[in-house]
């Protein structure tokens, strides 16, 4: 399946004063649960839903684990993981008054895994193979349309919290 996209015109305008549009993706239906992974899951191997459910809920929790210790989890074929702390408008003037004190925000960042075919050049795993189609709308209108199958959620933008070039 593609991913589906529509155009979206920006509410800032540039320096030259013109509103540009943009690429953003469209997300349809809900977000795919733990419950329906494991169902997924159990139907590509020969473990039951509930084992499956399980594992991943365990996998979570050593995760989690091992993040807050200071550890970055790598799963091969998947990505990394990482914790990042972020000290937006709180530096300091000496190293040593850095303190916890500062940290804004801790974020969670994942990095998708990458292959080098030698044609290609680098190539994040997740994205090969990846087509884009354009969404036309639940009436065959293109843009901002809900979508009735995704539970009055609206649009979701492109980023989804990666700063990854999906493509490269």
């Keep these: 399946m593609p991913l589906l996209y529509y155009a979206r015109q920006s509410q800032l305008k540039t320096k030259a004063g013109v509103k540009q549009w943009h690429l953003t993706l469209k997300k349809i239906g809900r977000a795919v649960s733990l419950q329906q992974l494991g169902e997924m899951v159990a139907e590509k191997c020969s473990a039951t839903p509930g084992d499956v459910h399980n594992v ?5 929790s050593v995760m989690r684990m091992q993040l807050l210790n200071s550890r970055t989890v790598r799963l091969d074929g998947l990505g990394t993981f990482t914790v990042m702390a ?5 530096g300091v003037d000496n190293e040593k008054d850095v303190n916890p004190n500062q940290v804004t ?11 080098r075919p030698a044609a290609l050049g680098t190539t994040r795993t997740l994205w ?11 009436n065959g209108s293109a843009g901002d349309e809900e979508d009735p199958d995704n539970g009055g959620g609206g649009n979701s933008g492109s980023g989804g919290g990666l700063d990854e070039n999906p493509l490269g």
């Design 56 to 60: 991943i809920r365990n996998l979570m």
């Design 86 to 90: 972020r000290t937006r408008g709180k």
């Design 105 to 115: 925000s801790l974020h969670f960042m994942f990095t998708p895994e990458y292959t």
């Design 128 to 138: 090969q193979g990846v087509e884009f189609e354009k969404w036309t709308g639940v």
